[in-house]
Every structure is written in C-alpha cells, then in structure tokens.
C-alpha cells in the first residue's frame, strides 16, 4: 500500500506561523495534512519514508491530588475578594452608630473598597505575569492580613476608610469563580457576627481567616507561570518552591533548567499596557455599558442595609439574610448565561464552518479566531432579553420599598427580595457576557483585559455608591431607581452599536496588527 508523505515541520513554509485572519491558514494547514505543501505537489511515496510528527508535551505533569490541590487553595484565595466586600454590608448601620458617623459617610468605606479594588488589578496582575503568581499571592495575603489587623481596631472613621482601601488592595488580586459563593454566604456570616459581638470582630475573622490561607498557600501552592515552572516540570527554587517541597523527594519528573531562570525586567510599561485597550472603539463600548449596569448592581446592595432597615425593622442577622437572593442571583445568572453562551457560540461556529465549506470536526482557534466569524453576535445574542429584565427589575425596585401602606403588609419583603434576585442574575448574566466579550477582542491579553474590565466597573461603582444615599434622600427610593432604569435604557444603545460595527472595528484592528507585525519582521525585530 503506498502512502502519501507528510513533511516534517521544519518543512512547513515559514508563513503559517504567523496568525491567520481568513481561511488561508486553515487551507494552507489542510493541504500539509492532506501531504501537499501550497503550490508543490509531493509523489507517492513508500510506508517507511513516512515523517513521524512528534507528540506535544503535556501542558501540566500534575498528578491528579496536585491538580485539584492547587485548584482548591486557588479557590478559597478566591472567595476574599467576595467576601471582604459583602460580609460588612449588614453591619453598616452598627458601624455608623459605633463611630457616630452617619450611614452616609459610612457607605464612602464602599467607595474607597471600589476605588482600590480597580485600581489594585493593574499593578498585581501585571506584576503576576511577570514575576510569578505563588509571589503575589503571598504579597497580597500580607497586605490583607495587615488590613484586619488594622480594621479590627478602628479607633475612628478614618482608620476605619484607610485601612478597607487597603483591605480591597490585599484581596484584588484574589479572584475566582467562586467568587459568588461568597457573596451569597458573606453577608450571612457579618449579620450574625456584628448583631451578637459589633463589626470589629468581622475583621477578626478574615484575619484568622486569611492567615491560615496564607499559611496553606507558603506550604503547598507551587508557582505556575510557565516562564518559570514550565509544564512543572522544572526544578522550583526560592520563593517559587513550596515548603513541603523542600522536606520531600523531588517528584521523577521534576528536572533543572537547561539555562538558569532571570526575573524579567519590571518596568511601567507592563502597568500602562492595559490602559492602552481604552483606545479601542468596540473594547470601550463594551466596558461603558457593562461598568454601568456592574454600578446599578452596586448601587441597589450597598443601600440594601438602610432601606430595609427603614422599610421592615430588620436587626443585623435578618439584614444578612435578606442578602441571600442577591448572592443566589449571581451564581444562577452567571451560571445559567455561562451556558447559554457556550451554545451560542457552538451555533455559531458550526454555521460559520457550514458556510465556508469547512470540516465539521474543525474546531476554530478561540485564541485566533478569524477576523470574518462574527464573535459580537455570538455573545450579545442573549442581551436582548437580559437587558430589558434588568430595566424593568431596577425600575419597580425602589417603588417596592416606597410605600409603607405596602411595606408594613406581612410577607411584602418576598417582592423586593425577588427584584433584587432578579436585579442580581441579570446583572451577573452581564458581566459574564462583557468579560467574555473583552477577553474574546483581547487574544492573548488575558491579565490587561481583566485589569481594564475591573478597573472601569470598579471606578463607575465606586462612583454610583457615593451617590446613592442622597438620591433616596432627594428622589425617594422610586425615584432613584426608577432613573437608574433610564441610565440603563440610555447606555443600551452601545450594545446595538457593538452588534452592528464591533466586527469591523475588530476587522480593522487585527489588519493593524498584523501589518505592524510584518513590519517589525522585516526590520529584523
């Protein structure tokens, strides 16, 4: 039997490696496998004249227990940024009876948590990508602990607000998917620890909390940047290495470096670079209207604490309970539109792979996809009915809460229990769809698009915050978010925008790269 010779990969002509932005690299790539190279036919040749193409190395060699143990100290790190932001809510009216400030002034500690936690991801995940995560994991964690520390004092209002910028600075850097779990279960746990012992034990507890993550984290979590660890392969040293490392035998996988490893040079650019992304039409559209539906969310469980206060007499243990459905709301939204988006985006390609004559068993490349597969379409289809619900959730809101004729009635809590629910999932759906979305227009920028999403939704929260309480003040409660409904239907537009014009401002960006990529080759970069 003859059999038709595939070229081995240093034959491969060398401009398949760049990245395709049309079908040209999956023909180009088609005809290698199919034992043709583009414009050259190959003869027939003998089973022994065959190339073997070698197998690619593993991407991790972790055996099955230190998978799930680095995903699991990875997932309890995770829950503090979730945590520390909503297990104080409940506790804001003893806060401002204890340090006789008003519930106002309170709610700036909000603010500055927001502030911090924007800006925080910029310099952590830079740093992350550069000199390792097992590092700042540890860096952050310290500056965590020193915040509780400092929090569990809190002689005044003004250690009070310094020390939760810094406690937001600590736990940036700690997010996860299970993020949610713990926004669900923080307020909980802050409603039955400030009702029986005030709110400084709060922050005793995620001292004792974090300290024994940290502790977790200093003996088992390996460093897993693959500049520095590779597949895990390479030999860890210093701060990179795990204490439980150095008292055991080195797995047989575990081998020394062909050159010794050398901390990158750290520099402004790496903070500057997400920042760049702003310049971008379509990533900005999509930050704009995802920051201000993330500030309505904000704005609706930072006043949660004084309007139910207010509206049903609540102490601090069934304030964290009333929590609950904003917490459950975010792990089904985010849940139910994960899925939602994944068949969206199976559809999508299979209709894309139908119209071009492609193999049904050919999978798009999600870190290069091509410039003419419509991506905007794929993720947006499902805003068309998540946006209204959240408009109209947000709009009957604040009347729910407006009228004690309504609110004194036993069981009327059930209502704006379930708007919020609702406020919550539809919001959360949102914020899955705008991060897919940017880190879908930012192939390879994982760490910058994260950093800018958190930065602008951070900063127009903060913003949102600090202007709730004196809008019930002015407007009432309906009134208030009554116009939030309208700021959203204001924004919306942006969404039918980014549908019609975000794949040629994608298009015409890649065609940037591209030629700048070129050019750099050609001058020998």
Same mark, same amino acid.
């Given at each position: 039997?003859?059999?038709?010779?595939?070229?081995?990969?240093?034959?491969?002509?060398?401009?398949?490696?760049?990245?395709?932005?049309?079908?040209?690299?999956?023909?180009?790539?088609?005809?290698?496998?199919?034992?043709?190279?583009?414009?050259?036919?190959?003869?027939?040749?003998?089973?022994?004249?065959?190339?073997?193409?070698?197998?690619?190395?593993?991407?991790?060699?972790?055996?099955?227990?230190?998978?799930?143990?680095?995903?699991?100290?990875?997932?309890?790190?995770?829950?503090?940024?979730?945590?520390?932001?909503?297990?104080?809510?409940?506790?804001?009216?003893?806060?401002?009876?204890?340090?006789?400030?008003?519930?106002?002034?309170?709610?700036?500690?909000?603010?500055?948590?927001?502030?911090?936690?924007?800006?925080?991801?910029?310099?952590?995940?830079?740093?992350?990508?550069?000199?390792?995560?097992?590092?700042?994991?540890?860096?952050?964690?310290?500056?965590?602990?020193?915040?509780?520390?400092?929090?569990?004092?809190?002689?005044?209002?003004?250690? /009070?607000?310094?020390?939760?910028? =810094?406690? %937001?600075?600590? &736990?940036?850097? @700690?997010? !996860?998917?299970?993020?949610? $779990?713990?926004?669900?279960?923080?307020?909980?746990?802050?409603?039955?620890?400030?009702?029986?012992?005030?709110?400084?034990?709060?922050?005793?507890?995620?001292?004792?909390?974090?300290?024994?993550?940290?502790?977790?984290?200093?003996?088992?979590?390996?460093?897993?940047?693959?500049?520095?660890?590779?597949?895990?392969?390479?030999?860890?040293?210093?701060?990179?290495?795990?204490?439980?490392?150095?008292?055991?035998?080195?797995?047989?996988?575990?081998?020394?470096?062909?050159?010794?490893?050398?901390?990158?040079?750290?520099?402004?650019?790496?903070?500057?670079?997400?920042?760049?992304?702003?310049?971008?039409?379509?990533?900005?559209?999509? /930050?704009?209207?995802?920051?201000? =539906?993330? %500030?309505?969310? &904000?704005?609706? @469980?930072? !006043?949660?604490?004084?309007? $139910?206060?207010?509206?049903?007499?609540?102490?601090?243990?069934?304030?964290?309970?009333?929590?609950?459905?904003?917490?459950?709301?975010?792990?089904?939204?985010?849940?139910?539109?994960?899925?939602?988006?994944?068949?969206?985006?199976?559809?999508?390609?299979?209709?894309?792979?139908?119209?071009?004559?492609?193999?049904?068993?050919?999978?798009?490349?999600?870190?290069?996809?091509?410039?003419?597969?419509?991506?905007?379409?794929?993720?947006?289809?499902?805003?068309?009915?998540?946006?209204?619900?959240?408009?109209?959730?947000?709009?009957?809101?604040?009347?729910?809460?407006?009228?004690?004729?309504?609110?004194?009635?036993?069981?009327?809590?059930?209502?704006?229990?379930?708007?919020?629910?609702?406020?919550?999932?539809?919001?959360?759906?949102?914020?899955?769809?705008?991060?897919?979305?940017?880190?879908?227009?930012?192939?390879?920028?994982?760490?910058?698009?994260?950093?800018?999403?958190?930065?602008?939704?951070?900063?127009?929260?903060?913003?949102?915050?600090?202007?709730?309480?004196?809008?019930?003040?002015?407007?009432?409660?309906?009134?208030?978010?009554?116009?939030?409904?309208?700021?959203?239907?204001?924004?919306?537009?942006?969404?039918?925008?980014?549908?019609?014009?975000?794949?040629?401002?994608?298009?015409?960006?890649?065609?940037?790269?591209?030629?700048?990529?070129?050019?750099?080759?050609?001058?020998?970069?």
């Amino acid at each position: 039997m003859l059999f038709t010779s595939r070229p081995s990969w240093a034959d491969i002509p060398r401009r398949i490696s760049r990245r395709f932005t049309t079908l040209e690299g999956f023909r180009e790539i088609s005809g290698l496998w199919d034992g043709t190279t583009p414009n050259e036919n190959t003869d027939d040749v003998g089973m022994d004249n065959r190339v073997s193409i070698p197998l690619e190395p593993p991407y991790h060699v972790f055996s099955y227990k230190e998978k799930w143990l680095v995903v699991a100290i990875i997932g309890v790190a995770g829950l503090f940024s979730g945590l520390s932001s909503n297990i104080y809510f409940p506790a804001l009216d003893t806060v401002a009876r204890d340090l006789n400030v008003s519930l106002n002034s309170v709610s700036l500690t909000i603010t500055s948590y927001l502030i911090i936690q924007g800006v925080s991801p910029l310099f952590w995940g830079s740093l992350s990508d550069t000199i390792g995560r097992r590092q700042i994991y540890i860096y952050s964690f310290l500056v965590y602990i020193i915040a509780n520390i400092g929090l569990s004092f809190s002689p005044n209002f003004i250690v /009070l607000l310094i020390f939760r910028g =810094v406690q %937001a600075a600590g &736990s940036a850097s @700690t997010v !996860s998917i299970v993020r949610n $779990f713990s926004i669900a279960i923080g307020p909980v746990l802050g409603g039955l620890i400030s009702n029986f012992l005030g709110f400084r034990p709060i922050f005793i507890f995620l001292l004792a909390l974090s300290t024994l993550t940290l502790i977790m984290i200093i003996i088992f979590l390996p460093e897993t940047l693959r500049t520095i660890a590779g597949n895990g392969t390479f030999r860890l040293t210093g701060i990179h290495e795990p204490l439980i490392r150095r008292f055991r035998k080195a797995p047989p996988y575990v081998v020394d470096r062909e050159q010794p490893y050398t901390s990158p040079q750290i520099t402004a650019r790496i903070f500057v670079e997400p920042l760049l992304l702003l310049k971008e039409k379509d990533i900005l559209l999509s /930050l704009i209207f995802g920051g201000t =539906v993330y %500030a309505i969310w &904000s704005m609706v @469980t930072s !006043s949660t604490t004084g309007l $139910f206060k207010e509206s049903f007499r609540l102490n601090e243990v069934f304030l964290g309970l009333a929590f609950i459905p904003n917490g459950l709301g975010t792990i089904v939204g985010s849940t139910i539109i994960g899925n939602l988006m994944n068949r969206s985006y199976i559809e999508a390609e299979k209709a894309y792979k139908q119209r071009n004559s492609l193999p049904s068993t050919y999978t798009l490349p999600k870190k290069s996809l091509p410039a003419d597969f419509q991506i905007e379409h794929a993720r947006l289809k499902h805003m068309k009915w998540i946006v209204p619900l959240f408009i109209l959730s947000t709009a009957l809101y604040g009347f729910s809460l407006a009228f004690p004729a309504f609110t004194s009635r036993l069981g009327w809590i059930a209502i704006p229990l379930l708007l919020q629910f609702l406020i919550a999932a539809t919001s959360n759906a949102v914020f899955a769809i705008n991060q897919t979305m940017v880190s879908d227009l930012c192939p390879g920028k994982g760490a910058s698009s994260t950093a800018i999403n958190n930065l602008v939704r951070c900063s127009m929260g903060a913003v949102g915050v600090s202007l709730i309480e004196q809008m019930i003040i002015l407007m009432g409660s309906g009134g208030a978010f009554l116009g939030l409904a309208f700021i959203t239907m204001a924004v919306t537009p942006l969404v039918v925008v980014q549908w019609y014009w975000g794949g040629r401002w994608r298009m015409a960006r890649m065609e940037r790269i591209e030629r700048k990529n070129v050019a750099q080759k050609d001058i020998g970069f």
